[in-house]
């Protein structure tokens, strides 16, 4: 869709973090190359797309593979413990000062249909709307939504049944966001190292009025996060999975950071939802 007042094109900055992934990223950014806004296909159309990548200390050759992949890229490298808040923090702050009209939050492992932009952009027609537009994304192997909106407190997934769901947070695998959102909101909260930032981020806008909305249909696919070698693993004895549950940001949550995402959004059961985790430990669950 162009602006008709002034013919000018909107920009779309793609939001970024990876690590050691080379070939799911370029296989990611191919994805958004051949999106149906770009080609002409679709109906809305006078759209570009920047992209904001903070790489961070990959040793596989990431980088300069999304060089050749994506010439005019703006990568920031890490210094390999940003994990996916901080290295998704930094990147859309740096995208945030080129004030474009939308941002892209994007996961590296997700590959999108060729039209997942065009049904996005449907549900935030204008930069202007208080709206975050959240892509379905199933597992390829059976086709089930794991990752996009979700309803209640216990992170239910939406399934997607035809038309656009209203949500009450989301998953940021691909997630788009207007220029209005970011300037009512901000990004994503500092205190997140690797997990719950973007479930945070969603309550936050639910709580000042900004709608969630999920896509119609599946826009694009990714394998589900493992268990194994997590503190859900049940293969591991309570011990480690405690340690992992309380101390791993990748593999865990972080005992403050989880604490502080239960205070923020969980009402008057904070404290409970706490530790919650640890009874489910302790009950071998």
Partial sequence: M??????????????????????????CLRSLKEQTILTGEAENK????????????????????VKKE???????????KRYWCGGMRE?????AGADPDYFLLMNDDTTL???????LLRLA??????VIAVAAIADPRCGRVVFGGHKGHKLTPVQPAGKAEECDTMNANCTLITR????????????????MGDFDYGFAASRRGI?????????????????????????????????LLWLSPTRGLPFLEWCTYCFRNHGWRWLYKCFSPTIRILAGK
């Avoid at 249909?113 to 049904?119: I, K, S, V």
């Avoid at 209005?180 to 997990?195: E, K």
């Fill in 46 to 65: 006078g759209y570009s797309l920047s992209l904001w990548l903070l790489d961070d200390a990959s040793t596989d050759g990431t980088a300069e593979a």
């Fill in 91 to 95: 990147a859309w702050e740096r995208a």
């Fill in 125 to 130: 027609p204008t930069p202007e709307d208080r």
């Fill in 2 to 27: 162009t602006d008709t007042r002034d013919n000018v094109q909107m920009n779309i900055a793609v939001v970024m973090t990876c690590h050691n992934r080379r070939n799911l990223t370029i296989a």
């Fill in 180 to 195: 209005a959102v970011r300037r009512s909101i901000g990004g994503l909260h500092s205190f997140y190292t690797h997990s």
């Fill in 113 to 119: 249909e060729h039209d997942a932009l065009e049904q």
């Fill in 70 to 80: 994506w010439p005019g890229a703006n990568i920031t490298t890490g210094d390999g």
């Fill in 211 to 243: 709608r969630i909305v999920q896509s119609p249909k599946v826009l694009g696919f990714s394998e589900p996060n493992p268990t194994k070698g997590t503190w859900r693993d049940k293969e591991l004895s309570k011990t480690e999975r405690l340690e």
